[in-house]
């Protein structure tokens, strides 16, 4: 390990966002926008299309842009990757795929007492229908007359298929005394997301081959060497085989009673399991006579896995392989047993068939930790060394600095060493602006900062893929117990419906806690990959390329015979076997004891944390703190130890630090690039140390025969500012202040001027009178739409009102798409034919004249033909002003001359989204200045980014005065302004969009600036 690596990492350690292409794409600003990325601290980019996409996607025009990006980035020293999809999930290529009929997702549907004679049946049943549980089941397929069976009080066995109803007014249970079962073969319905179409059947070779023929075949035509060269690799995104009895994204009403079905399916089942799916079919939907646990279903979602992977994973990745290109990217969600259960089967099985694995982690408050360690245990045992996470979705405008490296942290930790940002925006043009920020990118005000974010990921997965890991405990992973139990009802939108299940998910989750945070590291092994990769060697349980001295079973409710006959192999040999909590009381989803009766010969402890810790083996490395997660890894350099405290509301401190080493330890802190040697206290092979951990706060130690010991002095325990100072204080803005107006009155089609509306839904309400579909992340892409005529529709006029207290020196209006309106100011005409720019390219500004503006009442009106392309968005004011709002009314006064501690929003910048300097005086000899709470991304004091705890700097020698520069982020300016439900975990389109109760006219802003007074020491 050279110190100059951890210093300046290279670009193969740094982020590669998602560059979302977006727009009409050029290719100027294409390569100036790889200039920004390169500034960012970033090491190159995915070119991904996303909605918004003009350019035709896969055109000629296309190609060009990719070559020009990928030459440009090469030669500044950049990696260029491919997307291999138009939006997402990958497999349909645009629609090109799925415009065939063959081609597309089907499914098996359940109808319970259908009416008519229905289409595509495949078998019919009657049965005693429970709720979910069957019994008596005849198979009537052959066209017997079938007796219709009394419906219950809500009209069918299922409530019109949606939920089970079984029982009465009163809460009796209601048995049927006979039902119908019909099963048949359906598409899944048709979105505007696949452009018209559906997803493709990725359990289908043939589907799988027109998406290779369609999409990578012509990139290798287009890109010629590029691959592998300037084009590292490509990702493919959410690939699923289909939900099973979920629901998700099936565009059906039905879509819960549906299960994934492709033409080869009843043949496989019945050549590799003996026997035939078809008169199984109750039994895989329901309960067959009250049994949870069923072969058939256990069967079922094997067979899901082998085709999805047969046809599609392998496929692709040997296409990529061929090529010389990285396959990378993510299986659709990953963050717990159902969600797999529900689109994939078991995700450990398809990173094997993956250069550079990865996984999605949505959202701020996403802690589902074990999905980067499923990710990292197969990348382990199958020796995969880069891995991939697609990261900061879904997480809003609003996420600062310290959110950025709390999603990162753990993640990092764990193993993940290719950040995947999501997203960074081409444009912010119409509904791109909406589609998942913040934008990482120029459109933040931050982005000049991020590179202190991106330089200390880069140290940080540097370091953790130094060495190989130190790792004893295997875990077997209990997915298969889900596969064995789904049913009707079973889970909704990835949601788990089942309170049995939902047991076996938290005993799942609560076993990593136990493990991660005394710093046990263990793998996750998959029931299948052990008894194909699987092996017992000198007294160690071999899997793929990983060996381990103890096997934990716990969770399971049903375990595979070959499990049980390798672990029996692994006993003989020496090895341990740990059951904690009650064995699987069946055997490949059969009623069998011969896991009770081995686990009696095991180490057999109930499920509780102390016990189970009592009998893995014992960490080399330990922190004796709550909440702190570690990984030890053992490289030629030493032992390289690293601790987080996941906790991110509380420190910790005086954490006792113990490593198992007789060399001497480093501090290797990864924000600054600094070593610092650490003292510590030797006894019998261990060094002991204390250290304090801030919210969040990440160590990284290394010992080796290299480095130096820590000269012997008193420790400092950190620094105390007791001084507060409460200002008020000068300031300087980085950008001109902003007036949001985004309620208009309005007019369309010779109507009549209706009330001040929220523009969004104003353009949803001409849309919704047109009979053409609403913009949203779900829409038709433009470069599809543009196949086709566009004609005009209707005239649409827009009237914005603003007030005015006292005349600013000049205001400048932004707005979007001038060639597309006329715009009047009070009445006259404005010339928009001389405009800048602002903040993105798709904001265009132009200076009000003089004479147009008055002191009181304003009004701008917009004026347009409306057709399906175009865009009904807020505009902006801008100037050195201040801005007053109540309601939907905006008024435009002086700007405060001095700025207090406290809200922004409340001194005149409710909408204010760049940078603000605070002139802070240093009193007397202070030396050290902390921030206690921030309403920004990050600070800034004397060129020190300050992006997370313990927002502490040292303003010694300053003078009389010391800048403090916050810089916001730009949710006040893009909102979504009008949602009141406020720390949404998953921040998406829809929450710009907002009805009743979730909808206010009133503006719902987050506290920005210094909100807490500084303090000084």
Known sequence: MQIDNFLNPSAEWRGKPFWSWNGKLEKDELLRQIDVIKEMGMGGFFMHSRTGLETEYLGEEWFELINTCADYAESIGLEAWLYDEDRWPSGLAGGIVSQYPEFRQKAILLEIDPQGEGENVIAEFTCELDGVVCRNVVDVSGGVAVEQGRRDACGTGFGGRRDACDTIAGGTPVVQQRSLLRFSIVEQGKSGFYNGYTYIDTMNREATEAFLKSTHEKYAGKCGDRLGKSIKGVFTDEPHRGAL????????????????????????????????????????????????????????????????????????????????????????????????????????????????????????????YWIVKQLTSAARQTGKKQLLSELYGCTGWQMPFSGHKEVGDWQALLGINLRCHHLSWYTMQGEAKRDYPASILHQSAWHREYKHVEDYFARFGLMMTQGEAVCDVLVVNPVESLWAQVHLGWSRGLGLQDEHLQTLERNYQQLFTWLLESQVDFDYGDEEMLVRLGSVDDGLLRLGCSCYKTVLVSGMDTIRSSTLKLLEKFIEAGGQVVFAGSPPANVDAVDDDSAIKFAEGTTFVPFEKERILEVVPQPLATVDAPDIFGQLRKSDEGLIFAALNVNRDERREGATVKIKTEHAIEEWNCETGERMPVQTESSNGWKTFTVDFPVGGQKLWVAGDRNVPAPLIEKERGHSCPRALDGPFGYTLSEPNICVLDFAEYKFDGGNWQSATEVLKIDQQIRDAQGIMRRGGEMLQPWFVAQHPVKALCDVELRFAFEIGTMPEWIDLVMEEPENFRVEINGEPLDLSASGRWVDMAFHRVRLPTDLPRSGKNQIVLKTRYTENSNIEAIYLLGEFGVEFEGAARKIVPMVETVAVGDLCAQGFPFYSGAITYHVPVPGNATRLKLPTIGAACAKVNGQVLGWDPFEADVSGGGGTVDVELVLTRRNTFGPLHDCVQGRMHNGPDHWLTEGADFSEACMLIPSGLLESPRMA
């Open 245 to 368: 009895m979920d629901g998700f994204s099936m565009y059906r009403d039905d879509g819960a009673f549906c299960a994934p079905y492709t033409p080869a399916l009843f043949d496989e089942f019945e050549k590799r399991f003996g026997y035939d799916l078809r008169p199984k079919l109750p039994e895989l939907f329901l309960q067959m006579d009250g049994n949870r646990i069923s072969p058939v279903k256990w069967h079922y979602v094997e067979l899901l896995q082998q085709l999805f992977l047969e046809n599609f994973a392998i496929p692709c990745n040997e296409w990529c392989e061929e090529h010389n290109l990285i396959l990378t990217g993510h299986v659709l969600h990953e963050d717990n047993l159902t969600a797999q259960t529900a689109m994939s089967g078991s995700v450990m099985r398809y990173y094997e068939h993956m250069t550079a694995p990865g996984v999605d982690v949505l959202s701020e408050g996403n802690r589902n």
